[in-house]
């Protein structure tokens, strides 16, 4: 692996994602992702839990802690990884709504994300991108610090733990996620 690369996402949805419960991440963009706004730009990154945002109305599931958003000095705890296996930008609102049973967000979420213009984004787009999740054998712990903060989607990380690959483990079956895959396509396609 490169740089590693962390994907900042409230920490509700790595839960989610950990568990298996969430496959697909619906991305539209923070402040400073730069003048072309977002993109799945890493097929490779680490979940980088967040607290910044209120989300107790933002998704349907799950256990929100309302926790500060992170200080210099805290410590990080990673416990996962994701591959993109492909990502697309969706522009029909049915066929993002229908993705409601893969993912936590309340449809408000969703629909308020794809409504969103700026930042090189049209508004009646959003991005998906189905994801394959690893648990790490034992957690990631490190600092936070300062570049980690502010409205973005990814942040460079220090180097992971040695080995941290070969010990990982697929929270989805092989199989299970090759006809997930297959279906999801089928169904953004049609």
């Known amino acids: 692996m490169d740089t590693p690369i962390g994907f900042k996402e409230w920490q509700v949805v790595c839960d989610a994602l950990g568990s298996g419960r969430q496959t697909i991440l619906l991305r539209k963009g923070g402040i400073h992702e730069g003048r072309l706004g977002f993109s799945f730009g890493h097929d490779s990154f680490f979940l980088f ?3 910044f945002h209120s989300l107790t109305d933002q998704v349907r599931e799950g256990e929100v802690k309302e926790m500060p958003e992170w200080k210099i000095g ?3 705890c990673i416990t996962h990884h994701a591959e993109a296996a492909w990502a697309v930008t969706l522009r029909d609102w049915k066929k993002v709504d229908a993705l409601e049973a893969l993912q936590i967000y309340s449809e408000k979420t969703v629909r308020d994300r794809f409504e969103w213009e700026g930042k090189g984004m049209t508004s009646g787009s959003i991005h998906l991108a189905l994801v394959r ?3 790490l054998a034992q957690p990631w712990n490190f600092p936070y610090e300062a570049h980690y903060g502010g409205c973005r989607s990814w942040v460079k990380l220090p180097e992971p733990p040695p080995g941290w690959w070969e010990t990982s483990r697929t929270v989805i079956a092989d ?3 090759h006809l997930l895959d ?3 396509r089928r169904d953004i396609e049609s």
């Open 49 to 51: 839990p967040t607290r």
């Open 74 to 76: 805290d410590t990080i």
């Open 133 to 135: 999740v690893r648990e």
């Open 175 to 177: 199989e299970a996620f």
């Open 182 to 184: 297959i279906q999801l």
